[in-house]
């Protein structure tokens, strides 16, 4: 993990200013991945499956509206609200294994995280030192790691999670009926451009939100 010494000196904005993820960048993200390989596969498994249960009580509510409710089968009525129940207990483990994945990959990283950085700057020369300031290095250490563990756990989950839901959806939902599904995507870009636009927004602010807690320990 190489860092110069503008990177840890607050204030100092043109230093990030229209910065991108590069290949080097990308190469260390790997090699801090690489020790949890299993808790992420199992994880993107443990989501894959969420997703998937999803579909499955509005299927279940379907049949029994349309065919059990009508057809006064009242033993199918039973059989299917028993499937739902177990559905529900299923998705509610799902979670905590989510949850448990999770904690296990984040609290990993951050520890990683902060060991690779201390023992970074216990290599730095005096000189170092005296031109970047304590509580900038000290925000780096303890608050700026935690940004690398949500990008492995909250970021990653909602991305794998929502493109997962969007594909079966889609399927089903033309499966289903084909011409409400072309409408429904009509209509997607409406809820789209807004989307970009604030995601844009939110990573300026949380840019800046590192740079002013940077600047707080710095002064205190």
Not at 179 to 206: C, D, E, K
């Amino acid at each position: 993990m190489r860092m110069g010494p503008h990177h840890l000196i607050p204030g100092d904005k043109s230093a990030i200013s229209g910065t991108k993820v590069n290949r080097s960048s990308m190469r260390r993200v790997v090699v801090f991945a690489r020790p949890y390989s299993s808790s992420i596969v199992g994880f993107l498994i443990s989501i894959l499956v969420s997703a998937a249960i999803a579909l499955v009580p509005p299927l279940l509510f379907r049949t029994i509206v349309d065919t059990a409710i009508p057809a006064g089968d009242k033993r199918r009525i039973v059989v299917l609200k028993i499937i739902l129940v177990v559905v529900a207990m299923g998705d509610a483990i799902l979670s905590i294994v989510q949850r448990w994945y999770s904690s296990r990959i984040g609290e990993g990283l951050i520890y990683d995280l902060r060991t690779e950085v201390f023992s970074h700057v216990q290599k730095q020369s005096i000189a170092f030192f005296t031109r970047a300031q304590t509580g900038a290095l000290v925000s780096r250490v303890n608050s700026d790691v935690i940004g690398a563990q949500q990008a492995f756990t909250s970021t990653l989950s909602g991305v794998v999670g929502n493109v997962i839901s969007v594909t079966i959806v889609l399927i089903t939902m033309f499966i289903l009926s084909w011409q409400i599904t072309l409408l429904a995507l009509i209509l997607l870009p409406l809820f789209l451009l807004p989307a970009r636009w604030m995601g844009r927004r939110l990573q300026a602010l949380t840019r800046e939100q590192m740079q002013l807690n940077a600047e707080l320990s710095t002064q205190m």
